[in-house]
T-cell receptor
Framework: AQSVTQLGSHVSVSEGALVLLRCNYSSSVPPYLFWYVQYPNQGLQLLLKYTTGATLVKGINGFEAEFKKSETSFHLTKPSAHMSDAAEYFCAVSGLNTGNQFYFGTGTSLTVIP | EAGVTQFPSHSVIEKGQTVTLRCDPISGHDNLYWYRRVMGKEIKFLLHFVKESKQDESGMPNNRFLAERTGGTYSTLKVQPAELEDSGVYFC???????????FGPGTRLLVL
């Protein structure tokens, strides 16, 4: 079975500070991992994905995430927060045996303090 | 290229009424998914179409929910009769390949009073 845990439903950072959003997953098969962002009144936008290959993946808007199999984690980071990063972030996992359905975490709302 | 679109963006109905949500996937995407997010909880899978066929409908809550995708293009999700617990945001997503990233629409915010 697949599941996703996002620690911290709300995270606040100062503008220019490091952003770290945590995601841990459980999966009985090698997972595909995704981060999505939802800006107010918009749909979910794909930030980045891991399927195979390099475990450090870079996405849009300066975000990156590292797949750590030993820790079953896929934390999202950005070196320097910008005001425009304020949004809700969702981690998701899928796999070949899940019928391609995504399992999402509960989301983390990021606030950037000027 | 147009993204996934959903209609309506918001719907407020009374318990017992019927509501139909529509999703237009990205052109050429055979895979279409419906998800729902109840307030404060995770986004949950409802069902998956491949073209006009239901590939997986294991997430459908009960038989008050009916999804169709006639012709393999747009899809509708009907809730009849609606109950209070059906309130939430209904997302549609599409993908070109079953194992590829899914592209989401803006969602329909349903409120059942």
């Amino acid at each position: 079975a697949q599941s996703v845990t996002q620690l911290g439903s709300h995270v606040s950072v100062s503008e220019g500070a490091l952003v770290l959003l945590r995601c841990n997953y459980s999966s009985s098969v090698p997972p595909y991992l995704f981060w999505y962002v939802q800006y107010p009144n918009q749909g979910l936008q794909l930030l980045l994905k891991y399927t195979t290959g390099a475990t450090l993946v870079k996405g849009i808007n300066g975000f990156e995430a590292e797949f750590k199999k030993s820790e079953t984690s896929f934390h999202l980071t950005k070196p320097s927060a910008h005001m425009s990063d304020a949004a809700e972030y969702f981690c998701a996992v899928s796999g070949l045996n899940t019928g391609n359905q995504f399992y999402f975490g509960t989301g983390t709302s990021l606030t950037v303090i000027p | 290229e147009a993204g996934v679109t959903q209609f309506p963006s918001h719907s407020v109905i009374e318990k017992g009424q019927t509501v139909t949500l529509r999703c237009d996937p990205i052109s050429g995407h055979d895979n279409l998914y419906w998800y729902r997010r109840v307030m404060g909880k995770e986004i949950k899978f409802l069902l998956h179409f491949v073209k006009e066929s239901k590939q997986d409908e294991s997430g459908m809550p009960n038989n008050r929910f009916l999804a169709e995708r006639t012709g393999g293009t747009y899809s509708t999700l009907k809730v009849q009769p609606a109950e209070l617990e059906d309130s939430g945001v209904y997302f549609c997503a599409s993908s070109q390949q079953g194992s590829g990233p899914q592209y989401f629409g803006p969602g329909t915010r349903l409120l059942v009073l």
